[in-house]
């Protein structure tokens, strides 16, 4: 048996037939790995499309401990639901808030910025080129007949204009505070920074509607990050409730509202999702996913379906298991190369009860830095701390 270091220090992902050089998934851009056997995110698609088909807008909150999945999950869901039907997906990460923040906060430097501006004026150019030209008080009512509000008829009539700024008009939407010079161009008595909750979600439901009837596809919302909500105080919760429970509402059928919050158990969800809530009685219990941690048969089928994705498919590892058998006595298992069967056992037995793919990804990774340090053709039991 050869010695089971080597002399030449490449890099880890050549050294061991990898695409890079850790195990981290990120879950915007490593959706195509979706390692756990224990969600099924097809299935989760396909009952979004049964709501859909029937002439529902979907409404889903999936919550469970830190690190166990739930941003992966509700994007490789999105991945899987636009296999099915026509949805723009946007996701949406909770701003960090304050004891004082409203939902105006949320609306603003959350769901506007990322809906953002060319979107959403895009939209009301295409309402405008539809209705056509005609006179003023015949505009408004064309316009009112398309947006199912007066107010924002009234402001949107600006665009026909060629010489007006869109960004006043943007501004105005997205919840910005504006000089009275620019609520009197648009024609409105105050800026939205004044508005109940409620009427921001109507804005919001507003452009789903426009995008089914203007694109035929489906506005989807993914909230997610929504723990930072247990941030805000008692003063302005109530802000919150109203906006989502708008949103939540069965009879809401023109946007899709998929929500991720981190909760270890049901108990501890933030206030504004908490049992027995109005957000939480409107969604209702079988639209409530936990995303649970990981138990252990279910483990090594986790870190085998990891390392296959992050495996380099041009790599000889035939040539890399081979050589590694070689300069080792302990078995070697195709599924788990570079990690010997016993290092598998090791890192499972140095997780935490709460077993999460954030904590076994970032061990594994650990762990093949050291092997990598110790000039090691495999991770051994040693490597694993």
Known sequence: MRSAKMDEPRSIAKRYGLRRENFILDPIRDTDCFARRDVDTRAIAESLDTDLVTGLAPKRLVWGPYGGGKTHTLMRTMQELKQLTEIHAVRVECPDLTRKSRFHDLYREGIMRELGQDFVLGLIEEV?????????????????????????????VRMMDPNFDQLRLWRWISGVSLARADLNDLGQTQDLTQREAARLADIIVMFGRLLRSLRGKTLVLVLDEMERLGSIGAETISTFTSGFTRLVDPNQKDVSILMGASAAVESEMVEVFGPGGPVVTRIGTEAQIEIPTLHDPDVDVFISRVI??????????AGLIAAARDATNEQLKPEFYPFTPNAIETL???????????????KMTRAIGRAFRAQSLVVLPEHVA
Do not use: C, W
Not at 128 to 156: T, W, Y
């Open 128 to 156: 405008i080129k539809e209705v056509g030209f005609a006179r003023r008080d015949e505009l408004l009512a064309r316009l009112n007949d398309q947006f199912h509000d007066e107010e924002f008829a009234k402001a949107a």
């Open 308 to 317: 296959q994705y992050v495996a380099d498919p041009d790599a000889d590892r």
């Open 348 to 362: 499972k037995s140095k997780l935490t009860q709460i077993m999460t793919p954030r904590e076994i990804t970032m």
